[in-house]
């Protein structure tokens, strides 16, 4: 399995807090992304990184902020937590030694908004 | 950004073969087609890809047409492991940056 973990796996918060969401790698991949799933629908890129300090918003960036400080932790944070926050969160990396490359993903989170 | 079109929903009987089919009219030619899946409670998993010419591994194959607006995804022999909800996704780069961008995905029930 490729070495990616998220954490937590599951959180519950209360509305207008603010939540960080960790993904972490062991391959020293390049690309990380994340991605929001809500029930009956695929998934949703929120943010991705393109390499330290280097991110670009996706499609449903609204809400949401990222970091990457180092190579192997992409932080995803709810500056204030709303209930249509609550999804499950879903970490990705690839190697990104060009498109003919594979991404691999993460468990998932879910947060629950209340 | 080039978009991706699946049927919604597929029934295949197990142990028979599986087409799984996506058009992508708009479909760059640097653009990568790239096939996930996703099984219930859990994260998407690769399953195949392709720039232009058809590709095979443990898992599928991928057959890719000639002008590349449409690909198939074949899983040779289904079986009740593969009910999924298979992605058809277009990997671009934009301005160096690669994006990976999710459609809807077919969900592929299989019959015993």
């Known amino acids: 399995d490729a070495g990616i973990t998220q954490s937590p796996r599951h959180k519950v918060t209360e509305t207008g807090t603010p939540v960080t969401l960790r993904c972490h790698q062991t391959e020293n991949h390049r690309y990380m992304y994340w991605y929001r799933q809500d029930p009956g629908h695929g998934l949703r890129l929120i943010h991705y990184s393109y390499g330290v300090k280097d991110t670009d918003k996706g499609e449903v960036s609204d809400g949401y902020s990222v970091s990457r400080s180092k190579t192997e932790d992409f932080l995803l944070t709810l500056e204030s937590a709303t209930s249509s926050q609550t999804s499950v969160y879903f970490c990705?990396?690839?190697?990104?030694?060009?498109?003919?490359?594979?991404?691999?993903f993460g468990q998932g989170t879910r947060l629950t908004v209340v | 950004d080039a978009k991706t079109t699946q049927p919604n929903s597929m029934e295949s009987n197990e142990e028979e073969p599986v087409h799984l089919p996506c058009n992508h009219s708009t479909i760059s030619g640097t653009d990568y087609i790239h096939w996930y899946r996703q099984l219930p409670s859990q994260g998407p998993e690769y399953v195949i890809h392709g720039l232009t010419s058809n590709v095979n591994n443990r898992m599928a194959s991928l057959a890719i047409a000639e002008d590349r607006k449409s690909s198939t995804l074949i899983l040779h022999r289904a079986t009740l492991r593969d009910a999924a909800v298979y992605y058809c996704i277009l990997l671009l780069s934009n301005f160096g940056n690669e994006k990976l961008t999710f459609g809807t995905g077919t969900r592929l029930t299989i019959i015993p």
């Open positions: 990705a990396i690839r190697a990104g030694t060009g498109l003919n490359t594979e991404a691999f």
